[in-house]
Each structure stands twice: as structure tokens, then as C-alpha cells.
């Protein structure tokens, strides 16, 4: 059951809403997601070296941040930033492994497009790695195409854009 109440996603067994991006559950899941891929790739992972973007990026207008709630705990969190060229870049989207495979994923990018919408954007891109092959899965599901580099990004390998109608 979807459905949404005063700036809150509810989906069978969780919610997704804004969150400012400096509050300590919001800097709680980033670290979950700092601490996954620091597991996860071969040579660890340093934050200054996946072109990091400036807070300020997720604070409406320009962006929004948001966290994937499950029985009152921070399970997952994917920000949205816009870019001046009607383009709107999908950041740091987590889903923690308890979460995984019941829908979170992708309810999550669903809310992150509509705040894209929301925000005017034509398109919507992001970038992952080589190793995050269930996120990539996901995307191609979704409709994302990939297409050239549009970042610096150290640790991507895989760059992704979606027209929005």
C-alpha cells in the first residue's frame, strides 16, 4: 500500500520524507552508506574523491534530502540536487541491507524523481560503481539509459540519465 500524508511516503513497512541533511539521523544514515562502501570496495572509500556536492545542494529549492524510515529506524536515505541546466542529479542513495528486497529501493528513487518534478527538471542522471551491481539492476529497471561521464566522480564507473515527462 502507497500512499502519501502531509510530505510523507508510506509504503508497507516504511516511510520516506525530507529530512534536513545536517540532522544526526541523516548524518547517521550517510555513515551507514560511508561504512557500506568502505566494505565494499576493493580500496576503501574516501568521500573527497566521489565529487562531493555542498549541503546547501539538498536544501529546497535547490535540492532535497530524504530518509527511508522502517519501524522507527533510519534504514536508508537518497538526496536530489538541480543543476541550472533543467537537470536534476540523484546523490548518495543507500538502502541498508535490512531493507533490501521489499521495495524500499525503488519507492525511494520513485520519491526522488517526483521531487525532480517538483522541482521543474527535465532529466535526472547519477553515477555509481563498478561493484554496485543491484544498484545498477535497479536503475536500468527504472528506465535510466547510461550515457558519458558527466563527473569527476573517482569511484564511478557507470553514469546514468532519464528523461522526465
Known amino acids: 500500500m502507497r500512499g502519501r500524508l502531509g ?7 516504511f516511510t520516506i520524507e525530507p529530512e534536513p541533511i545536517d ?4 548524518q547517521g544514515a550517510l555513515s551507514s552508506y560511508v561504512a557500506e562502501l568502505e566494505e565494499r570496495f576493493p580500496d576503501g ?3 573527497s574523491r566521489a565529487a562531493p556536492p555542498a549541503k546547501t545542494n539538498f536544501v529546497p529549492p535547490a ?3 530524504l530518509l527511508v524510515r522502517s519501524g522507527g529506524a533510519v534504514l536508508g536515505c537518497g538526496a536530489l540536487r538541480t543543476d541550472s541546466d533543467g537537470a536534476g542529479e540523484i546523490r548518495r542513495m543507500w538502502i541498508s541491507p535490512a ?3 521489499r521495495g524500499a529501493g525503488r519507492a525511494l528513487l520513485a520519491e526522488l524523481e517526483a521531487h ?10 547519477l553515477d555509481t560503481a563498478a561493484e554496485l551491481h543491484e544498484a545498477r539492476a535497479l536503475y536500468a529497471s527504472a ?11 573517482a569511484y564511478a564507473a557507470h553514469w546514468f540519465e532519464k528523461r522526465l515527462v
Open 116 to 125: 525532480a518534478r517538483r522541482y521543474r527538471c527535465d532529466r535526472i542522471r
Open 99 to 101: 531493507l533490501r528486497g
Open 63 to 65: 535540492g532535497v534530502f
Open 143 to 153: 528506465g535510466y539509459a547510461e550515457v558519458q561521464a558527466y563527473n569527476d566522480n
Open 45 to 47: 572509500f574516501d568521500t
Open 7 to 13: 510530505g510523507v511516503t508510506r509504503e508497507a513497512g
Open 23 to 26: 540532522s544526526l539521523e541523516a
